[in-house]
């Protein structure tokens, strides 16, 4: 059973759009949420995270929000810039042991 | 300072050939966990190493796969009779989980390719 499910697969937004990725878990136990930006052959990078005792948290550009009772989440980019055309991945965790992973969302940011 | 570092970057190893992955983490981190991506998908958990903790190894997906610690440092991933579906990226990460806040850092990656 997969753990974390992502959508959409890829997105495609204009700079200076809304970029919306999202993400439902089935463990009520995950108690971390993080997301994720990869660059083409690089490894991840944390982007931002949100525990669940928090609906929203917002750094720079980029917002998690986080509906506990749906158990969902997503990312939303604001004002997208093509330097954000990147891979994004979101996780959930349980006192940081396994990670479990969506299945990537390829952003494409058009200029 | 440094960052999570992995070698080799790229392996090409002929089926059946046992390979050897090693992670350097970043000094001082706890925690290290190895991911395997397969082309174009999500990140699977392999294994995690926590401290003097016994190891999570609930994600191997076989038992041609092992991994060790050693000194609480450096980490070698050993994949045993390889095969072509063992082909995919292979991921280190490390992060410090100091009041469970801190962040896992990602090395770069190895690229395996089982011919």
Known sequence: QQQV??????????????SIINCAYENTAF????????????????LIAIRPDVSEKKEGRFT???NKSAKQFSLHIMDSQPGDSATY???ASRNFNKFYFGSGTKLNVKP | GAGVSQSPSNKVTEKGKDVELRCDPISGHTALYWYRQSLGQGLEFLIYFQGNSAPDKSGLPSDRFSAERTGGSVSTLTIQRT????????LCASSLVRDRTDTQYFGPGTRLTVL
């Open chain 1, 5 to 18: 499910k992502q959508s959409p697969q890829s997105l495609i937004v204009q700079k200076g759009g809304i």
């Open chain 1, 31 to 46: 108690d971390y949420f993080p997301w994720y930006q990869q660059f083409p052959g690089k490894g991840p990078a944390l």
């Open chain 1, 64 to 66: 998690i929000s986080f």
């Open chain 1, 89 to 91: 991945f979101c996780a």
């Open chain 2, 83 to 90: 095969q072509q579906e063992d082909s995919a990226v292979y």
